[in-house]
Nanobody
Framework: QVQLTESGGGLVQAGGSLRLSCAAS????????IGWFRQAPGKEREFVAA????????RYGDSVKGRFTISRGNAGNMVYLQMNSLEPEDTANYYC???????????WGQGTQVTVSS
């Protein structure tokens, strides 16, 4: 079993930055891929970014490329999402997820709200 807890969300003005954190716990959690997703009201869940188990491989959704950076702590149980040049369209509830690959996610956190004002 893997438990995920997101933090770092909040209200920020357009053009600003936020860093989200995902704390993962559970046996062998450092062997899982971790992803970030977001969902805005009335919209489908959207892939944001993912990182493999050792931090050596990352991928991003098209809408955040060049603005967001995903990284992993040395112990493997903390994953961060640095979000720069935020836009109102980035407003959403952000979730982290863990799984055996960067496209299969079995465990989900409760989410943290990010609101970007114009």
């Amino acid at each position: 079993q893997v438990q995920l807890t997101e933090s770092g969300g909040g209200l920020v003005q357009a053009g600003g930055s936020l860093r989200l954190s995902c704390a993962a716990s559970g046996r062998t959690v450092n062997k899982y891929h971790i992803g970030w997703f977001r969902q805005a009201p009335g919209k489908e869940r959207e892939f944001v970014a993912a990182i493999n188990w050792n931090g050596g491989s990352t991928r991003y959704g098209d809408s955040v490329k060049g603005r967001f950076t995903i990284s992993r702590g040395n112990a493997g149980n903390m994953v961060y999402l640095q979000m720069n040049s935020l836009e109102p369209e980035d407003t959403a509830n952000y979730y982290c997820a863990a799984g055996p690959s960067d496209s299969i996610f079995s465990y989900w956190g409760q989410g943290t709200q990010v609101t970007v004002s114009s």
